[in-house]
Structure formats: C-alpha cells, structure tokens
C-alpha cells in the first residue's frame, strides 16, 4: 500500500499565481479530506469529500480556494490567485467506508512570495 | 464553540522515563478519539484510539486514558525513545460525523 499520494511536496510560486495541488487517496478509501496547517491555526479542515462528492467545504477560506473530485483516485485543491498569507502545509487524508482514523498524505509545503 | 485543545503546548522528557501528554475537550458529544504523532517534514501518523465506551486503551508502548466526566484524554509513552520527539495531537469526533477536530499539538523533545 502506498498510502495517500501528494504532489508537489514543495511549490514555490508568487503572488497572484494558480496553484493546483493533489492528492491520490489510499484504493478503497471513500472519503478524502483537505487540511491545511500553519503555525498560528494549526490543522484545520478545508473540504472533505464522500464518494467523490463535495459533502462539507465550510473551511474554504475564500473563492479563491477550489476543490475537485473527479473520480475516486485523484483529486485537486486550486488557489487562485495566491496570495502569501496562503503560505502552508496542506495535507490530504482519506478513510475508508465506516472509518475513523485517517492515514495523512506527506504534505505539500506551500510558499507564497 | 466546541474545541479541542492541549493543556501543554511542550513537553520535555529523560530518554527511558514515561511521557504523559494531555489533551481537553469541550464536545460532550464527541464518541470517538485519537492521537496521532507528527513528525518532522511528514503527516500526521495514527497513534491509537479509544471510543467512549471505554476508558482505557493499551498499544505497544502507548496507552490512552478516557475521562468523559472531565472531559479528558491523556496519551501515555512508556519508556520514551529519542524516536518518540515528535508533535502529539488529540483529535475527536461525533458518530456519524467523518470530520475530525484536531488539538492544538504537544511537543515532546526526548532528552539522551
């Protein structure tokens, strides 16, 4: 098993540049999650999915935050335009059907300049 | 509104002594806890978890203490490792609902 897949696990970009990051959930698992992490406000849930439908978005900060789901092995978190104060690590998990404990992704570490 | 949070954000310990982590919550309806360890650079890992049903759980070198009346969730590292220093959260959840809330985060630095 290779576990939740995240790539990049680094991006650098400026400000008012697309970012997309993604994520490749563990086979089997129905549930995917977004997190972000930060110094100030921790891990904070962004968007989760079920079955590759959007069930809860109320973390998205602001429109310029998008998520996709397009089918059960891949999904898409997209800022744009970025802005620095988007600088973080932004984690995927996924579950499967009836789970609790989720297996996080390695993260992809966001800087915004 | 309901949170979850660690009473101490750091935590120092003698390699070979037992680590005590703790963490409160506010969710009188929360039926389901974990702790996961963070470590540098990587995700957090699943530690072990305890339903609230129960008050006492063991793993390998870890065990998980429930005190619903208070509120309460402690996380015990016996014979603490330098492999152990890492960033601990609690996190919970309410049946039926997939969302966890995460803790603020313990570090443990393992003196040699």
Redesign the interface.
């Known amino acids: 098993d290779a576990g939740?897949i995240q790539s990049p696990r680094h991006e650098v970009t400026e400000m008012g540049q697309e970012v997309t990051l993604r994520c490749k959930p563990i086979s089997g698992h129905n549930?995917l999650?977004w997190y972000r992490q930060t110094m100030m406000r921790?891990?904070e849930?962004l968007i989760?999915f079920?079955n590759n439908v959007p069930?809860?978005d109320s973390g998205m900060p602001e429109d310029r935050f998008s998520a996709k789901m397009p089918n059960a092995s891949f999904s898409t978190l997209k800022i744009q335009p970025s802005e620095p104060r988007d600088s973080a690590v932004y984690?995927c998990?996924s579950?499967p059907q009836g789970g609790?404990?989720?297996?996080?992704?390695?993260?992809t570490r966001l800087t915004v300049v | 509104g309901e949170s979850v949070g660690l009473h101490l954000p750091t935590l120092s310990v003698q390699e070979g002594d037992n680590s005590i982590i703790n963490c409160a919550y506010s969710n009188s309806a929360s039926d389901?806890f974990?702790w996961y360890k963070q470590e540098s650079?990587?995700?957090?890992?699943?530690i072990i978890?305890i339903r609230s049903n129960m008050d006492k759980r063991q793993g390998q070198r870890v065990t998980v203490l429930l005190n619903k009346t208070v509120k309460h969730l402690s996380l015990q590292i016996a014979a603490t490792q330098p492999g152990d220093s890492a960033v601990y959260?609690c996190a919970e959840?309410s049946f039926g609902d997939?969302?966890?809330s995460?803790?603020?985060?313990t570090t443990v630095t393992v003196r040699a």
Do not use: E, R, W
């Open positions: 939740v549930s999650f921790g891990l849930l989760y079920n069930i809860d984690f998990a579950i609790h404990g989720y297996t996080f992704g390695s993260g | 389901y974990i650079g990587k995700g957090p890992q699943f978890d959260f959840n997939y969302k966890l995460f803790g603020a985060g």
